[in-house]
């Protein structure tokens, strides 16, 4: 019913940037909050940044990791999440997946989905 579709991942070196974008498609009523979380090789998932509704206050939060370098941004008439990620780091390398919480026209409460996940691989 509901799709997410990450893009923007890639290989970049050291102090380089990437914009990690993802779309929401299907049945949406309403979007409440909006994530990106990332796993490294034998990590386990993390929240990195997120981002609520309007309705919520629309605030951000940040892992302290990557405070001051990852900026998220939401367009609520398109139903996308970004990702802004500068001075780049090794151990940002990790497979990124979106995730939103998705009331849809069917549903009675929201539920989560998750995208498929975009590599970003960071060399030093």
């Known amino acids: 019913q509901v799709q997410l579709v990450e893009s923007g991942g890639g290989l970049v070196q050291a102090g380089g940037s990437l914009t990690l974008s993802c779309a929401a498609s299907?049945?949406?009523?309403?979007?409440?909050?909006m994530d990106w979380y990332r796993q490294a090789p034998g990590k386990q998932r993390e929240l990195v940044a997120a981002i609520r509704s309007i309705r919520s206050g629309g605030t951000t939060n940040y892992a302290d990791s990557v405070k001051g370098r990852f900026t998220i941004s939401r367009d609520n008439a398109k139903n996308t999440v970004s990702l802004q990620m500068n001075s780049l780091k090794p151990e940002d390398t990790a497979v990124y997946y979106c995730?939103?919480?998705?009331?849809?026209?069917?549903?009675?409460?929201?539920?989560?989905?998750w995208g498929q996940g975009t590599q970003v691989t960071v060399s030093s």
């Open positions: 995730h939103a919480d998705v009331l849809t026209w069917s549903g009675s409460y929201y539920q989560n989905y």
């Open positions: 299907g049945s949406i009523r309403s979007i409440n909050a």
